[in-house]
């Protein structure tokens, strides 16, 4: 895993009250073709020579949520998943990277570590950390983990 500053992010479709902004994937200026949903690119990591971690926000003041994307150049979106809810905020900072994961906080003192396989593994259903969610699926390439827990609306753990 490295960090990467290559890829960026042009508009599509601005958000709307119904739908979330959408935003092509350039690498290096050049298109992809890849669609995302999102605005901000917050970082971006390249797991191998094929497929990048993306780190995504939406712009949205006092109910900021990150999705995470793994992508593949040839297939496209692998996996998303999205950490945050309805009246929480976050600010992403503090991306370390190194060879097997990668770390960042997002949410208060939480610092979140992400490993990314290299092939889909069986996904436990509520596995995940408090906060995370993930479409319906028997796998998984993201493993997420979190550190402390994070805190609940009414401020415990």
């Given at each position: ?5 290559t ?13 979330q902004?959408r935003?092509?994937?350039?690498i290096?200026?050049?298109s ?7 605005k901000v ?22 109910e ?11 297939q496209?979106i ?29 949410i208060?003192?939480?610092t979140?570590t992400?490993k ?6 069986f ?6 950390p408090?906060g ?15 550190n ?8 415990s753990?």
């Open positions: 895993m490295e960090e990467v500053t890829l960026s992010l042009s508009e599509v479709n601005e958000a709307t009250d119904t739908a902004a935003s092509e994937v350039l290096g200026g050049i992809t073709g890849i669609i995302i949903p999102g690119l917050e970082g971006s990591i390249s797991i191998d020579e094929r497929r990048y971690l993306l780190f995504i926000t939406d712009d949205v003041l006092f900021e949520m990150l999705t995470l994307l793994l992508l593949d150049l040839s496209g692998l996996e998303e998943l999205t950490i945050g809810g309805g009246y929480t905020s976050g600010h992403f900072e503090a991306l370390k990277v190194s060879p097997h994961s990668a770390s960042f906080r997002f208060n003192d939480t979140w992400v990314v396989s290299a092939s889909p593994t996904k436990i259903s509520f596995s995940d408090p995370v969610s993930r479409p319906m699926g028997l796998r998984k390439y993201i493993d997420i983990n979190a402390p827990a994070p805190a609940k609306a009414d401020g753990r």
